[in-house]
């Protein structure tokens, strides 16, 4: 198992130069994993884990399972136990948590073709405009439980993938979808 921390940010669908800017600029040194298209932007701190198949090509990081045999997607969140961005050979780009969401990926849309993404909840608030709006169901919990549930955050804009669950970018139809399967061992 790899337990070294990882620290990832990055852009899906519409990758603005000023996304672009405001991703990479505070963050000298990191690397960028190349997915081959100009719909992903990632940078990582740390360590990370690629793939590559017929059914496509990805990245992966802070894994909790067997990293020896991962040639897809669904081998990185179920068999990795990991989260993850693929690239399919149709240019569909999956964002996915892994099978049991123990590493935090929080997620925000900017307009309706482009998705952030990090580790951290103040890495995807710092790319985002525009006030915030309180998320009280996530507040209430935050002060119940000491803990959020559901993906949810203290701000309405910026969930956590559960686990199992990802995010699509469809660049010919330019839309971004979710979706959620079950964690399976």
């Known amino acids: 198992m790899d337990h070294d921390a990882t620290h990832v ?8 130069d000023d996304l672009r800017r405001r991703v990479t600029a505070p963050r000298p040194g990191w690397g960028r994993i190349d997915l081959g298209t100009d719909d992903v932007l990632l940078l990582a701190q ?20 067997d990293v020896s045999a991962v040639r897809s997607v669904d081998d990185a969140m179920h068999r990795a136990v990991a989260p ?16 049991w969401g123990y ?3 929080h997620v925000a849309a900017v307009g309706p073709t ?17 006030p915030l709006d309180p998320d009280w169901d996530a507040w209430a919990a935050i002060f119940s ?6 993906g949810l955050t203290p701000f309405e804009q910026v969930r956590v ?18 979706h959620r399967g079950l964690p399976r061992a």
């Open 114 to 130: 482009t998705l952030v993404l990090a580790d951290t909840v103040a890495a995807v608030l710092d790319l985002l405009d525009g």
């Open 84 to 99: 993850g961005i693929a690239v399919a050979p149709d240019g569909v780009v999956t964002l996915h948590a892994g099978a």
């Open 46 to 65: 740390g360590r990370h884990h690629a793939w590559r198949s017929a059914g496509g090509r990805g990245a992966y990081w802070m894994p909790q399972g």
């Open 145 to 150: 439980l000491r803990y959020t549930m559901d």
């Open 103 to 105: 590493q935090p990926v």
């Open 9 to 16: 940010v990055g852009v899906i669908g519409d990758v603005t």
């Open 161 to 178: 993938l559960r686990g199992a669950e990802e995010r699509r970018w469809d660049p010919a139809t330019q839309t971004i979808s979710a």
